[in-house]
């Protein structure tokens, strides 16, 4: 190729010769090696990332309606949950696009705490909504926070877990939204003084305060603890949108004891008889909150209190088939992918509901019988081949009754 063929045997960009690439791509009057198109793959991948991600400024508002309609799409029942975060996320995305010195009306911010029984779908509603917005949305679990210091996560690490959702893109991450799971469980642990620190419970609560309300945090980036010599990130709070969701387990108790429901006489008979004993949580107020363990400061600060129904048989028969990722559909799905037709017929997907409402687990009830029905399927079904499969009740009943699972019930 003489002297000039030398010269195009190499990368235009790096100058690697042939013999040090493992590829290297003619162009019309140049070369490039492997190397350099990973490296220009990445860099054109980030500046994508950029100009894509998190563009508040040309957001399209979505009405609380069409937000509600989506949640319908994932989530059955629990209309007025679906409400009250449909509103929540639809003036959280007015106060970004406000503009600056509009008027002297600030809009402040409206955090929202969810009361309901585990498995009546709190984190699931969180996680649909994450789907659909527009903006960074990080899901964190209370139970693994505790004071500054003491072994646990610092407070911090809710914002960067926010920080890294949105790609460390702080401006992105200071309009974002934040789903506290199990705020419950750093409830106080009682009104008498403990010997020990409770380093898990209302220290973590009042390290929340500044969070909730509005203040600009230093937060390690990469998470960890901090230490003097450590680059922090500076986070404003303010433009954060807090969702709080617990079980509140015995909260019922401290709402029926508040409702007199106990009280015996004529006129305490007619109270009574207004009040509906099967779901105390719909009466539930800040003062029940404040009974059950929550420091008034934090209640203060998720001013929208509301709560989820608990499922009943006719919901959890629903929530089996109906949602677009219904468990049932989950099934067909795995099995359709190792060229299987699934099916159920009706009786068992009424016995698997009647189970679950006997485990009162709510909707991962559910998801626990399914799969003890069809553990040995799918460890049998991947290595035949193309066929159709059809539960019957005799199959769930023996499945069930194999694996005993009336010791569950039991317990």
């Known amino acids: 190729m003489g002297s000039s063929g030398v010269i195009m045997d190499k990368c235009s960009f790096c100058g690697r010769n042939r013999k040090d690439t493992n590829l290297l791509v003619a162009g019309v009057s140049g ?8 490296q220009a ?14 563009d508040v400024d040309g957001l399209k508002l979505m009405k609380p309606a069409e937000i509600k309609a989506f949640l319908d799409l994932y989530v059955i029942g629990q209309d007025e949950a679906k409400k009250y975060l449909s509103v ?17 009306v600030e809009i402040e911010k409206s955090n929202i705490i969810l009361v309901g029984e585990t498995g009546t779908g709190k984190t699931l509603l969180a996680r649909t909504i994450a789907r659909m917005l527009h903006v960074p949305f990080a899901i964190v679990d209370a139970t693994v ?30 309009r974002g939204i934040v789903f506290i799971d199990e705020i419950d469980k750093i409830a106080r642990k009682g009104d008498n003084p403990s010997i020990t620190r409770d380093v898990s419970g209302e220290g973590v609560q009042q390290g929340l305060l500044k ?67 099967t779901n105390f949580l719909k009466y539930i107020t800040p003062m029940d909150l404040k009974s059950f363990g929550l420091i008034p400061e ?13 499922l009943d048989r006719g919901t959890l028969r629903s929530i089996l088939t109906e949602p677009k990722n219904s468990i049932i559909k989950q099934y067909v799905k795995l099995f359709e992918m190792d060229n299987i037709e699934l099916s159920f017929s009706d009786e068992v997907l009424d016995y698997i509901v009647d189970r679950a409402v006997e485990f009162k687990l709510g909707a991962r009830g559910l998801r626990s ?29 023996e499945k069930l009754e194999k694996a005993d699972v009336g010791l569950l019930k039991a317990s």
């Open 31 to 38: 070369h490039i090696c492997d190397s350099c198109i990973e």
């Open 41 to 54: 793959h990445g860099i054109l991948a980030e500046e994508f990332k950029k100009k894509a991600s998190f």
């Open 88 to 104: 929540a996320v639809y003036n959280h995305y007015k106060r970004l696009v406000q503009p600056a010195g509009d008027d002297d």
């Open 145 to 174: 926070l505790t004071e500054a210091g003491y072994v646990g996560e610092d407070i911090e690490s809710i914002l960067t877990r926010l920080l890294q959702a949105a790609d460390y893109n702080v401006e992105a991450a200071q």
């Open 211 to 277: 969070l909730l309300e509005g203040a600009v945090i230093n937060v390690p980036p990469q998470g960890g603890r901090k230490h003097p010599e450590q680059k922090m990130t500076a986070v404003d709070t303010k433009n954060i949108l807090f969702i709080c969701g617990g079980a509140f387990d015995g909260i019922e108790r401290k709402i029926a004891q508040r409702l007199n429901t106990r009280v015996v006489g004529y006129a305490a008979s007619q109270q009574r008889d207004a009040v509906d004993p």
């Open 298 to 310: 934090i209640i203060g600060r998720l001013p929208i209190l509301t709560y989820l129904n608990p």
């Open 369 to 397: 019988i399914c799969e003890t029905i069809m553990m040995d399927y799918m460890f049998e079904s991947p290595g035949k081949r193309k066929g159709k499969l059809h539960i019957s009740l005799n199959i769930a009943r």
